[in-house]
């Protein structure tokens, strides 16, 4: 997913010195409304606007980030990536450690815009991959009104060897799909759902053959084998269950790609919910939740909570071929002992 040059470098983000711009005007500046003529065709926003909205969110990271401050945040992040961020900057303002805050480029290796002359409607923007990465971030960008800015919604690290869709060039711009739509393999709420009851039931899923095995499954089901393998002790006789599900009241965002399937990205929560015999203590496993757990004195049970995202890409009505992951994120942003 190399871009020409003369885009990447149209898409570069000078972090620093938006910043810079951000504390002197204490706000950032708007970027120019998308005309919301309903006869219009083709993208709503030049690769130049887009370009622009990134830097603004870009600058309110990198700005919330260096203060520690989550009410900065408000101005450019919405939904899961707005819940997600504030936990993410508690933690690391609770453990000292800048660590456990995602590292969000500030540079683009491809845009995805949309077409749709409706509300709300989401771009996609795909970064480098930097020398801190294993991988590149994709990034979803929600509009909510015609004057509203558009923010940032989730965003998801691609999975390693992976291969991306194409999209129509930005210039042509990308249709956003319903969560119904049934021009697809699954509809994008369909594939969401099932992908869900995969993660949580595994080989027992009824819909396991329709998904490609993929790097998010094995990562939860190695944590799982690993803590019941600890919870099946004899001096601890505990258990280990895992549930996932859509996370309530989130849309769905999906794009449509260059061969009629789609990009579906999507906020799950899971829990984990660990139990030992009586008088037992148990301690989150991570560093985060450790951090979420304070100074709160562990018991015999501990629920983990977290605030993942997922991109999916669903294929075209009719295909011979599996929905296949295209990337994750997994953070952890609650703890309970009850």
């Not at 972090?15 to 409304?33: H, N």
């Not at 969110?57 to 945040?73: G, I, K, M, R």
């Not at 095995?213 to 803590?227: E, S, V």
């Not at 393998?229 to 996932?244: A, R, S």
Request: a negative charge; hydrophobic letters at 40%; glycine letters at 6%.
């Amino acid at each position: 997913m190399t871009a020409r040059p003369a885009r990447r470098a149209r898409a570069a983000v000078a972090a620093g010195a938006l910043t810079l711009v951000l504390a002197l005007t204490g706000c950032a500046a708007e970027p120019p409304a998308p005309n919301p003529d309903p006869q219009a065709s083709g993208p709503v926003l030049t690769e130049d606007q887009d370009t622009h909205v990134l830097g603004e969110v870009n600058a309110v990271l990198q700005a919330a980030s260096e203060s520690n401050d989550p009410a900065q945040l408000e101005p450019r992040l919405t939904g899961p990536a707005l819940a997600i961020r504030k936990s993410q900057l508690e933690v690391a303002k609770e453990r000292g450690n800048a660590d456990l805050v995602t590292d969000i480029p500030g540079e683009y290796q491809q845009l995805i815009v949309p077409t749709n002359d409706t509300w709300p409607r989401t771009s996609f923007a795909i970064t480098v991959q930097t020398e801190e990465l294993q991988t590149p971030r994709l990034l979803a960008l929600d509009q909510a009104s015609p004057r509203e800015p558009y923010k940032l919604w989730g965003w998801v690290q691609l999975a390693s060897g992976i291969t991306m869709p194409a999209f129509a060039d930005a210039e042509l711009g990308s249709e956003n799909l319903a969560a119904d739509d049934d021009t697809l393999l699954l509809s994008p709420q369909d594939a969401v759902n099932q992908y869900a009851d995969v993660l949580t039931t595994g080989r027992g899923s009824a819909f396991k053959g329709t998904f490609e095995d993929d790097a998010f499954r094995q990562l939860l089901g190695n944590f799982a084998k690993t803590q019941k393998e600890t919870l099946d002790q004899p001096n601890v006789d505990g258990t280990y269950t895992i549930k996932v599900t859509p996370t309530e009241g989130q849309d769905i965002k999906a794009v449509r790609t260059a061969d009629g399937g789609a990009m579906v990205m999507a906020a799950l929560t899971v829990t984990e919910t660990m139990t030992a015999v009586e008088g037992a203590k148990l301690t989150p496993p991570t560093r985060s939740g450790k951090a979420l757990l304070g100074d709160e004195e562990p018991t015999n049970k501990l629920v983990d909570g977290y605030s993942d995202m997922v991109a999916l890409y669903v294929p075209p009505k009719d295909a011979d071929a599996q929905v296949k992951l295209l990337g994750y994120s997994h953070i952890q942003t609650s703890v309970s002992t009850e």
